[in-house]
């Protein structure tokens, strides 16, 4: 449960995202799902409950202990640092990890998932396009060698083009060993991509359960209509 003063934001969620998981969080806006994936970063205080990630509880840990963990976000918005050039952008991803090695292996990861980006290492990051922004976003999260990457909203503002594409990279990373804990107001992205998905309604969890379970019934229309 998370409160902001009298206002309540969520309200005795519970969920899980189990090894290998792609799961999607969707609901409309102001159903708490940016305030959930900001919880789990310790970015936004958490007023009842418990947070364990891999059988260790996360309350009162600091973000940069919860990253060192494995659990990274991509938050809305991208949120770049837009007069650094791209390589800088990614390697701030990385601030936090002392193998130079496998950093290395990180960086060349990214350049095969967004191969533009390779081209662009020297262009400032406020200069690209929103696609490649949002690629750069994500890339950067992967610079910092999550087991767990928490994304909100990545198709925002994007062309139906790249979102396909952003779905097919999404795939691409979970089967290379990391889960992914998506949020996304993209239907066709959220169930397209996903294993398993919860429905948030005003801060309550109105569904949970695979993805076939939430494209048979109506609830991805109430959590998207908001009705």
């Known amino acids: 449960t998370i409160k902001y003063g009298l206002s309540?934001?969520?309200e005795n969620v519970s969920l899980e995202v189990n090894e290998g998981d792609i799961?999607?969080?969707i609901g409309a806006n102001g159903a708490g799902k940016s305030t959930l994936l900001m919880s789990l970063l310790g970015l936004v205080p958490i007023s009842s409950g418990e947070i364990y990630f891999k059988g260790k509880l996360l309350n009162n840990k600091k973000t940069n202990?919860?990253?060192k963990d494995g659990i990274v976000?991509?938050?809305e918005n991208r949120q770049l640092f837009p007069f650094l050039n791209v390589l800088d952008?990614?390697?701030l991803g990385a601030c936090l990890r002392k193998n130079k090695d496998e950093v290395k292996n990180n960086l060349e990861n990214v350049f095969r998932l967004f191969p533009i980006l390779k081209?662009?290492?020297k262009q400032k990051a406020g200069t690209l396009s929103g696609g490649?922004?949002?690629m750069l976003a994500v890339g950067r999260g992967l610079m910092a060698n999550p087991t767990l990457l928490c994304l909100d909203e990545p198709s925002l503002g994007l062309a139906p083009l790249v979102i396909e594409e952003m779905g097919a990279v999404l795939k691409d990373i979970n089967k290379h060993g990391v889960s992914i804990l998506l949020v996304e107001q993209?239907?066709?992205l959220a169930l397209g991509t996903a294993t398993r998905g919860y429905a948030l309604k005003t801060g309550n969890v109105i569904f949970g359960g695979t993805i076939e379970e939430l494209k048979a019934s109506d609830i991805a229309k109430e959590a998207y209509l908001g009705k």
């Open 119 to 121: 081209e662009k290492t």
């Open 186 to 188: 993209n239907v066709h």
């Open 132 to 134: 490649q922004q949002q």
């Open 73 to 75: 976000l991509v938050p």
């Open 23 to 25: 799961v999607t969080i």
């Open 89 to 91: 952008n990614l390697t």
């Open 8 to 10: 309540v934001a969520l």
């Open 65 to 67: 202990d919860i990253v």
